[in-house]
């Protein structure tokens, strides 16, 4: 079964399970101790957790997860339980969905809560769309790491496309906050992961900054507007240290990765064009990398918690780069309701493996890019060259001068005829 917050139950869902679900999220709404979307996000992992725990499966469960995480996040949800007696009423429904689904199924509809619920208040920094998850994990995970980290996991969207490739050995994630922290480690609980998963609450750009040159592969999404403090801003020194969030992970996750390695990182157009830090941040990123591609994505792919226009930066560690790919994905179709197109991602994903210039590709030596401030909001050639130029037929001048002039004598010979 697969379940997709934003584009309902498929597959074998029956009625009963999207009953329960609906129910479940209904009792969540209602429950007048919870204040807000946060709030219900925490309590379904925590009446998940507290089901698993008295059904004897959490042992089997998380086998494969650090139990330091496992202890960290048992104690966070099961301290914050509500007390209302709506509680048993909850329980009751998640006790039925694990009885009457796969453990499996089970994390797919947790998954499919979380998304719902995120994207009903201000918790985009929780979500990430698993359409696009998905694509950048089979991505990064192409040359078969031993081990994928996303130091900004939230609820374990990448690490678990990841999982679902079968083509890593291990992951790790790591997240600053409690609540998601806690949320991530009952969502690979509840995937069953297969191979060793370590989830650790903290920054994730100290943990960058302490795992230089040794990682595999990165994927992730940092939280854009946000900021760090004196310490972490110039954890990497001063020519590239930074008020922005989002610009210390780029610097991180380049610096992390082994000669080989691969990151693919979602960053809003800022890093892209920026001067200053920003222009040095690239200066490091080419040098560091043997290829480069910014996939340029749609807008309002994370509406409704940002407009910003996003990207991702795709780096392959090394050195050499002669220049970067660009390769701007085409919005879904007007009749569908959200902006990503599987079918296009797809596309995306098997271009990224053979990469070729087309209507969508194109790429830009270093020159090139040097001469332009070494920006990264590119447009396609194509396109630009569309803007520049104007429909018009200058082999008509002529006619069209000829045909004023005579409008003009004829005007001229009227006033004449008639006015003198």
Not at 81 to 90: M, N
Not at 261 to 282: E, H, K, Q, S
Not at 311 to 335: C, M
Request: charged share 25%.
């Amino acid at each position: 079964m697969i379940v997709d917050s934003r584009q309902g139950f498929q597959g074998d869902s029956s009625r009963r399970l999207r009953a329960d679900v609906w129910r479940l999220q209904n009792i969540l709404r209602r429950d007048p101790a919870l204040d807000g979307d946060a709030d219900r996000l925490r309590e379904f992992a925590s009446l998940t957790w507290a089901c698993l725990d008295r059904s004897g499966l959490l042992t089997s469960l998380v086998k494969n997860i650090d139990p330091s995480a496992i202890e960290l996040a048992s104690d966070f949800l099961t301290s914050r339980i509500s007390l209302q007696t709506i509680k048993s009423e909850a329980l009751d429904v998640v006790g039925r969905l694990l009885k009457n689904a796969s453990v499996s199924t089970v994390g797919d509809v947790y998954e499919a809560i979380l998304g719902d619920l995120s994207a009903a208040g201000n918790y985009g920094e929780f979500y990430t769309p698993r359409l696009l998850t998905r694509t950048l994990a089979t991505v990064a995970t192409m040359q078969r790491p031993d081990e994928v980290v996303d130091p900004a996991c939230g609820t374990g969207g990448f690490l678990l496309s990841a999982l679902s490739t079968g083509l890593v050995g291990a992951v790790v994630g790591v997240e600053k906050k409690p609540l998601p922290f806690s949320l991530c480690v009952a969502n690979l609980a509840l995937h069953e992961a297969a191979v060793p998963c370590s989830v650790v609450l903290g920054n994730g750009i100290e943990f960058l900054a302490s795992r230089e040159a040794s990682i595999d592969a990165i994927v992730t999404n940092p939280p854009f507007g946000a900021s760090e403090d004196e310490k972490v801003r110039r954890i990497f020194g001063k020519g590239l240290s930074s008020s922005e969030t989002v610009d210390l992970f780029i610097v991180g996750c380049v610096r992390s990765l082994r000669e080989g390695g691969m990151a693919a990182i979602v960053v809003p157009d800022g890093p892209l064009y920026g001067t200053n830090v920003r222009r040095r941040i690239r200066e490091y990123v080419f040098e560091s990398s043997a290829r480069l591609t910014i996939l340029r994505l749609p807008s309002q792919v994370f509406a409704p918690y940002t407009l910003i226009k996003t990207n991702v930066i795709i780096i392959e560690k090394g050195s050499g780069a002669s220049g970067a790919w660009f390769y701007s994905l085409p919005p879904a179709e007007e009749s569908q309701r959200y902006p990503l197109s599987p079918r296009e991602l797809t596309a995306f994903t098997d271009w990224y493996a053979a990469p070729t210039e087309n209507g969508h590709a194109w790429f830009e030596d270093t020159g090139t890019l040097e001469r332009n401030e070494l920006r990264l909001d590119r447009v396609h050639p194509e396109k630009l060259m569309a803007r520049r130029t104007l429909d018009f037929d200058y082999s008509r001048v002529d006619s069209v001068q000829s045909d004023i002039s005579a409008s003009h004598n004829a005007v001229e010979s009227w006033i004449r005829e008639n006015l003198s």
